[in-house]
């Protein structure tokens, strides 16, 4: 597969990704190598990157625990603390190989330590190929607030390797599937078209099916490096997903990440249709297919009034106005886009009825 370029640096697929990371590491004659990860990851996605690693620097990997949860403040600083004790300088490379939690935290403690080490992201969830990796953007959640603190540093490197998808579990390939679905949704009506019939899907079409969502995701965040303009089109869905995500993080069954933003999604398709942005058989064809796809989940009154609350605090806001990003029809968007309490409370009735 072709090499994608995004704001200074390559994304490169499979096997030639491993050529560019070790070119990457001897031309810029790194002083050792720190390989972020998670328990999970370590035990099933390292032993497959290691090989690949043809290089005579120290190899040092800090695991931590899996999750959400790790995505602290305090993290941080207990990486901060342990790449000093490990003798990290500003020529250390950290390589972060994990999911979204992983690459968003560790390219926010690179982007920060020493003010600013190289990072490498290898994404080895659906949902970090398609999404959390590219574009820069890395964070760390705030009590319940997701991503509330980061930086938009972009890595050195991407390397998208199809076959750490060997051994995620359906669960976690669902939650990748929900932002392919967005990108169609908001730039590309024949890429969403594709996922209509999913039983007619080939599993051969999918480093295909990446490939179009990272070009995708890369278009627009190459236009828009900082989210001052189109690149808030990624934001659809992500308005009530977020507060829905981070509402129910804390409950028995939390929700992945894909799993509430498929929820945020028909929320946000139902806005899109009752301001008259998107018809209403666009509307139910969307609601079918997420809905088909992702079990519903039981919301109360309650429920609501708290993801309200959530929405205020909504990072995307503006002068205190919750901003949406709403369908446009299918394939295009709309920004900086409305929408009253009473208006988001019919959305919700409409998805439980």
């Not at 828009?224 to 808030?232: C, F, L, Q, Y």
Request: hydrophobic share 40%; aromatic share 8%; proline share 3%.
């Amino acid at each position: 597969m072709q090499s994608i370029s995004a704001n200074g640096y390559s994304i490169e697929f499979n096997e030639y990704g491993y050529e560019k990371l070790n070119q990457l590491i001897q031309s810029n004659r790194y002083s050792s190598l720190f390989i972020l990860t998670d328990s999970h990851s370590n035990e099933h996605c390292a032993p497959h990157l290691l090989p690949h690693l043809a290089i005579d620097i120290p190899i040092e990997i800090i695991e931590i625990e899996p999750g959400e949860g790790m995505k602290t403040m305090a993290t941080c600083v207990e990486l901060w603390t342990l790449l000093t004790e490990m003798g990290a300088d500003r020529k250390s490379l950290l390589i972060n190989l994990g999911g979204g939690v992983i690459t968003d935290l560790g390219g926010f403690v690179a982007s920060t330590f020493k003010r600013g080490i190289d990072f490498v992201h290898i994404p080895t969830t659906l949902l970090g190929m398609v999404d959390a990796a590219i574009g820069g953007k890395n964070g760390v959640d705030l009590g319940l607030l997701k991503n509330q603190v980061g930086t938009i540093t972009n890595p050195k490197l991407l390397v998208i390797d199809s076959a750490y998808l060997a051994t995620l579990p359906q669960r976690e390939m669902r939650s990748g599937l929900a932002e392919m679905l967005k990108h169609g949704l908001i730039q590309d009506k024949a890429y969403w078209e594709q996922f209509l019939d999913l039983s007619q899907l080939d599993s051969s079409l999918l480093d295909t099916l990446i490939y179009r969502s990272v070009e995708i995701k890369n278009t627009i965040v190459t236009q828009d490096p900082t989210e001052n303009g189109i690149r808030k089109a990624l934001n659809f869905g992500h308005t009530l997903g977020h507060a829905i995500e981070s509402h129910f993080l804390t409950t028995e069954n939390p929700l992945l990440h894909g799993e509430a933003i498929a929820i945020g999604m028909i929320l946000e398709a139902y806005l899109s249709y009752e301001k008259g942005l998107l018809s209403k058989e666009d509307y139910h064809q969307i609601k079918y297919v997420l809905s088909d796809l992702f079990e519903s989940v039981s919301i109360t009154p309650n429920d609501i009034e708290i993801l309200l609350e959530y929405m205020i605090h909504d990072k995307k806001n503006e002068y205190g106005k919750v901003q949406f990003a709403l369908l446009n029809g299918i394939g295009n968007i709309s920004l900086n886009q409305e929408a009253d309490n009473e208006m988001i409370s019919r959305a919700f009735k409409d998805y439980l009825g």
